[in-house]
């Protein structure tokens, strides 16, 4: 079975552009969750979407937003980008919301210059 | 403010030996708690769980202890092997994840 997959791996940005990451969850998973990875920060919480609706979201500002189409695959949206927002952006998904195990994707490396 | 402590970024061990990694908490209404490793340019990997009703769970060499009261939970790895040379990651679990900010282990042969 193939893993969670994120595209694109690396992406370099220019403050106050916009960004589209994308995820696709392993094949019968139906819950994504996108997670903001910092040096010193640990994996902070997004949001989670499960049947196209988001469940949770973190303390995050309204630039980032992000959906879930109904083949379950996730997009997370980043306006206005800011120099902060440089970091590793994690996808993971499980098969539901009771489910704890959490599948992650390789990531994807913002660099905002 | 972080939820979800861990107060040693880096820890380096005998191959052969145990390797002890920390966590704090504190949120007492966490329900699940669980420990991911993650290797360089790849997503972090689940390793183990623990429920909040257990204090202790097994898998070969991985081991996770949970002491509620102290608002504590441990990995121990025995024995330890350079391939467990990784960031380890503690998470616990209310509605969301909330993770540590991770543990650079050092397995030296």
């Known amino acids: 079975k193939a893993g969670v997959t994120q595209t694109p791996r690396y992406l370099i940005k220019t403050r106050g552009q916009q960004v589209t990451l994308s995820c696709s969850p392993i094949?019968?998973?139906?819950?994504v969750s996108w997670y903001q990875q910092t040096p010193g920060q640990g994996l902070q919480f997004l949001f989670e979407y499960f049947s196209e609706t988001q469940r949770n979201k973190g303390n995050f500002p309204g630039r980032f937003s992000g959906r879930q189409f109904s083949n379950s695959r996730s997009e997370m949206n980043v306006s206005t980008l800011e120099l902060g927002d440089s970091a590793l952006y994690l996808c993971a998904s499980s098969l539901d919301v009771e489910s704890y195990e959490q599948y992650f994707g390789p990531g994807t490396r913002l660099t905002v210059t | 403010d972080q939820q979800v402590k861990q107060n040693s970024p880096s820890l380096s061990v005998q191959e052969g030996r145990i390797s002890i990694l920390n966590c704090d908490y504190t949120n007492s209404m966490f329900d699940y708690f669980l420990w991911y490793k993650k290797y360089p340019a790849e997503g972090p990997t689940f390793l183990i769980s623990?429920?909040?009703?257990?204090d202790k769970n097994e898998d070969g060499r991985f081991t996770v202890f949970l002491n509620k009261s102290a608002k504590h939970l441990s990995l121990h790895i025995v024995p330890s092997q350079p391939g467990d040379s990784a960031v380890y990651f503690c998470?616990?679990?209310?509605?969301?994840?909330?993770f540590g900010t991770g543990t650079s282990l050092t397995v030296i042969p």
């Open positions: 094949s019968g998973h139906r819950s």
């Open positions: 623990i429920s909040s009703i257990k």
């Open positions: 998470a616990a679990s209310e509605y969301q994840f909330y």
